[in-house]
C-alpha cells in the first residue's frame, strides 16, 4: 500500500509543506529573519518553547499535505486575499474593534466579495481537514 502524502486539494503527490503560521505574518511582525535566539520570537508547542530561526522554519510549517502547484500556483489567490484582509485589518483597527464585525465588501469592494467568501470557505475546510488529519468534507 502507497503511504505516500497526498495534496488535499489534487489529490497528486504532497510534495509542500504550508506554514501553520502564514509566513507573510510571521515577516510582518518579525522581519524577513534571521531571528535572534534571544530576542526573536518563540514558538511553544506541547508546553515546550522554541526560538524559531526564520519565518521559513520547520517548526512552523504542516507535515507535507500539498503539492507544489496546488501550494504555490492554485492557493495564491487565497493567500494574497488572506493578506489584503489582514492588512486592512489592522489598518482599521479601532474601527474593527468598535463596530465588531467586518463586512467583506468593505475589505475587497463589490466584485470580489464573492471571492472573499470562497477563500474563507476553502480556508475553514482546510483547518478542519488539518485538524482532522484528512482530506476535506467537501470539493471546491
Ligand atoms: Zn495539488
Not at 497528486?12 to 534571544?38: M, P, Q
Not at 501550494?71 to 474593534?97: C, G, H, I, K, M
Request: proline share 4%.
Amino acid at each position: 500500500m502507497n503511504n505516500e502524502p497526498k495534496c488535499w486539494i489534487c489529490g497528486k503527490t504532497a510534495d509542500s509543506r504550508e506554514h501553520v503560521i502564514k509566513k507573510t505574518d510571521l515577516v510582518r511582525a518579525y522581519g524577513r529573519g534571521s531571528f535572534s535566539s534571544e530576542s526573536g520570537p518563540a514558538h511553544v508547542k506541547a508546553g515546550k518553547i522554541m526560538t524559531l530561526q526564520g519565518p521559513d522554519s520547520t517548526r512552523v510549517k504542516y507535515q507535507s499535505s500539498l503539492c507544489q502547484d496546488c501550494n504555490n500556483a492554485f492557493t495564491q489567490p487565497f493567500d494574497l486575499a488572506y493578506d489584503r484582509f489582514v492588512d486592512w485589518t489592522l489598518q482599521n483597527e479601532e474601527s474593527v474593534l468598535r463596530c465588531r464585525f467586518i463586512d467583506f465588501q468593505d475589505v475587497y469592494g463589490k466584485r470580489l466579495r464573492g471571492f472573499a467568501n470562497k477563500s474563507f470557505q476553502i480556508l475553514r475546510e482546510g483547518l478542519r481537514m488539518s485538524a482532522r488529519g484528512g482530506r476535506p468534507a467537501r470539493s471546491f
